[in-house]
């Protein structure tokens, strides 16, 4: 089955500072990768994914994750972390079932930005 | 552009009432549908999915049902909720394979 770990609970970062929210995986295949984002009492936004092609993915709000096949690894990062980007962070990976798509999540990372 | 909406967006109900929360989405055509219920603000588990109408997949038993009466709708029901219900209810819809769902902005329930 495909799964992904986020080992951190929580992150705390200074604003300013670069950020890193752990993802690793494992599945039979290819991978598919999310990263998602929910502020309090909202859905969840999606940031980006990796597909296939280059390791490095760009996504929204300046985000972009690092896909690496050897360590099993789907990191999020950003270069200088804002207030703003507090909020829980979720990856996922996706199975087939041959007839649609589903997203299996991990259980979150929540992120706190500092001044 | 395409838009999901859900509501309500918070209920409170008595055990044992009836539960119906509703999704619908515009601007897209046959779209994959999913229901997922989070838990104290942390991990999302998928309940059904639909790839058509009429067409209802189950990941887990339990207390809740859905059905999909028209392309762009889906329904999350109870008979009897239990205290177990209580939640935050999100639904989301993608197009294709290893496409991206898109999340509407969640029903929160209380059973009381």
């Known amino acids: 089955a495909q799964s992904v770990a986020q080992p951190e609970d929580q992150v705390n970062v200074a604003e300013g500072n670069p950020l890193t929210v752990k993802c690793t995986y494992s599945v039979s295949g290819n991978p598919y990768l999310f990263w998602y984002v929910q502020y309090p009492n909202r859905g969840l936004q999606f940031l980006l994914k990796y597909i296939t092609g280059d390791n490095l993915v760009k996504g929204s709000y300046g985000f972009e994750a690092e896909f690496n096949k050897s360590q099993t690894s789907f990191h999020l990062k950003k270069p200088s972390a804002l207030v703003s980007d507090s909020a829980l962070y979720f990856c996922?990976?996706?199975?087939?079932?041959?007839?649609?798509?589903?997203?299996?999540f991990g259980t979150g990372t929540r992120l706190q930005v500092t001044l | 552009s395409q838009t999901i909406h859900q509501w309500p967006a918070t209920l409170v109900q008595p055990v044992g009432s009836p539960l119906s929360l509703e999704c619908t989405v515009e601007?897209?055509?046959?779209?994959?549908l999913y229901w997922y219920r989070q838990a104290a603000g942390r991990g999302l588990q998928l309940l059904f999915y639909s790839v058509g109408i009429g067409q209802i997949s189950s990941e887990v038993p339990q207390n809740l049902s859905a059905s999909r009466p028209q392309d762009r709708q889906f329904i999350l029901s109870s008979k009897k909720l239990l205290l177990s219900d209580s939640g935050f209810y999100l639904c989301?819809?993608?197009?294709?394979?290893?496409?991206?769902?898109?999340f509407g902005p969640g029903t929160r329930l209380t059973v009381t």
């Open positions: 996922a990976v996706r199975s087939y079932t041959g007839t649609a798509s589903k997203l299996t």
């Open positions: 601007g897209t055509s046959n779209p994959n």
């Open positions: 989301a819809w993608s197009v294709g394979q290893g496409r991206e769902q898109y």
